[in-house]
């Protein structure tokens, strides 16, 4: 016979228990699935003609040219127009992103020390790199530069972020922090600063210095590639 056969899409319940999603994370633990059966697990089941796993690689399949960076950032309403993908399995989807973003955001290291500009675009890169809105956060640092948080303090467009001294010294107050670096990603990639950037960050630094609070640095994630005002020599 010459002609193609399409691939019969497996069910979930005719797989050896073991190798069912659930039970596997069970019995193995969750790093032992594969992306698509993460996503089978959030997606819950599929359709009459496609099983879960089908509709969780038809997913993957959909961004995979553009990687998992681009998926992460992804709407409901995008991922809903997918075949065997409704609202509700979207908004579950997208919200499990989002909390998995959160979390990293929170628990990246165990109290990271940062000693160099590297340092803040290693810890971070991976947190801003793909966003598509500019974040402005900032590093909170001890005395010996372990990071205490990493709070944002404004979300913006595409091409500017609202801030101001008042928002960004309440979180050092808060903890309280010896020293902070700011921290900003660029959705173009480009980290260059803009005027406005240079303008901001010397506004920030001279609050500072009215709080005895230093700023650092003030790093700009692009894609893959940062830049840092003190090693510019701008501050």
């Known amino acids: 016979m010459t002609g193609k056969l399409e691939a019969k899409s497996l069910m979930i319940k005719e797989l050896p ?21 993460l996503l089978a697990i959030l997606l819950r089941s599929g359709t009459k003609q496609d ?70 675009a290693d810890l971070m890169m991976s947190r801003l790199r793909y966003e598509n809105k500019e974040l402005f ?38 903890y309280p922090a010896a020293s902070i670096i700011l921290l900003h990603n660029h959705p173009s990639g480009d980290p260059n600063p803009s005027m406005d950037d240079i303008a901001l960050t010397k506004k920030l630094i001279d609050a500072g210095k009215i709080l005895d609070i230093s700023v650092l640095d003030h790093v700009i994630i692009g894609d893959n590639k940062y830049v840092s005002l003190k090693e510019k020599g701008i501050i």
């Open 137 to 174: 956060m900032i590093l909170l640092l001890s005395t010996k530069n372990h990071v205490l948080a990493t709070p944002v303090i404004s979300v913006g467009t595409l091409n500017a972020s609202l801030v101001h001294p008042r928002e960004v010294f309440r979180e050092v107050i808060h």
């Open 17 to 37: 228990q073991e190798e069912r999603p659930r039970e596997k994370l069970l019995t193995k633990g969750p790093e032992a699935l594969s992306n698509a059966e």
């Open 51 to 120: 099983s879960v796993m089908r509709v969780a690689e038809r997913l993957l399949k959909q961004y995979e040219s553009t990687g998992i960076g681009a998926f992460s950032n992804i709407s409901p309403q995008a991922i809903s127009k997918i075949k065997g993908i409704g609202m509700v399995k979207a908004v579950t989807i997208v919200a499990a992103i989002e909390l998995g973003k959160r979390l990293h955001s929170s628990t990246i290291l165990e109290k990271p020390i940062i000693h160099s500009p590297r340092d803040v």
